[in-house]
């Protein structure tokens, strides 16, 4: 069994920056595929970003490509979503997900993963 904490919301203005961050209990972090969700009010959880267990792979939503940077801490057991130039859309829960992986295979549809935080909340104003 793997918990995923997410912390790092937050209410910010348009053009501002966040940082998430989401900590996994599990030692065998580093076998693990990572990703980011979100979930705005009324619509579906739609794919962020993800990062495969080397943190070599990396893939990222067009909405959220070149303002967004998801990245790894192994030895902290540690995934991060830096957030740049946030827009009033970029407004959802953002949900931290996990699934242990056999190479280097980094999933990007939800219902591929295994473990979920509970999310963090953030907030863009215009």
């Known amino acids: 069994q793997v918990q995923l904490v997410e912390s790092g919301g937050g209410l910010v203005q348009a053009g501002g920056s966040l940082r998430l961050s989401c900590a996994a209990s599990?030692?065998?972090?580093?076998?693990?595929?990572m990703g980011w969700f979100r979930q705005a009010p009324g619509k579906e959880r739609e794919f962020v970003a993800a990062i495969g267990w080397s943190g070599g792979r990396t893939y990222y939503a067009d909405s959220v490509k070149g303002r967004f940077t998801i990245s790894r801490d192994n030895a902290k057991n540690t995934v991060y979503l830096q957030m740049n130039s946030l827009k009033p859309e970029d407004t959802a829960l953002y949900y931290c997900a996990s699934k242990q992986v056999y190479g280097d295979y980094v999933p990007t549809n939800e219902n591929q993963y295994d473990y979920w935080g509970q999310g963090t909340q953030v907030t863009v104003s215009s």
């Open positions: 599990r030692r065998t972090f580093n076998s693990h595929s």
